[in-house]
């Protein structure tokens, strides 16, 4: 695994150019948690920096949680076997590791609902945290600094990775990723559920992942 600086992938940004423009599904103020369109980078985009001493910085007196690897030892894996780096310096993570109770959610800076949601995640985390592993992966990210800074506003601390090569978007489950943010919940059984929706608070959040979850509200 090399550090530092990491290219896009012009082949996955290519193999994803049939993807939707950027851009809310429509206008106007109520319907900021509607899905964000997401637009692949082009071939020969520049460089995404997502780990460089300022971003490590950053990250850090955010108070965002190490990436770490899932606790899988055996059974058939429920995630993919797709190695992504942690946002902010520190290990790559295996997502194959994963098992559930899990809870996933696929975001980026530039997602208007994804900034709405955040803090009601940043909650589920801190009142469900010990029973469901809450991981973020900062997806078709163009401003790793502006990510952060988000994470930072709104308070969110659970693990964070980024795809900047657009990889995730061509694997199951999270497969066909048009629109962000997408939730993706496994269940202690490997049962997988897939939401691809924006959450406005807590409780919208859990009338969707609770029964799946098997959490007592």
Known sequence: MRSGRRRTSRFAAAALA???????????????????????????????????PALQEARAAAGIEACAPGDRTSGPAVLPELTLPCLGGGEPVDLSTFEGPLLVNVWASFCGPCRHELPALQQFHEQYGDEVTVLGIDYNETRPDEAIALLDETGATFPQLIDVDLVLGTQRPFVPLREIPKTVVVDADGEVTVLPQSFDDLDDLLDAVAEPLGLDR
Not at 25 to 40: K, R, Y
Request: one cysteine or more; charged letters at 25%.
């Open 18 to 52: 049939l993807v939707a423009l950027a851009g809310c599904t429509s206008g106007g103020a109520e319907e900021e948690s509607d899905p964000f369109m997401v637009e692949p980078r082009p071939p020969g985009a520049p460089d995404i920096d997502y780990d460089s």
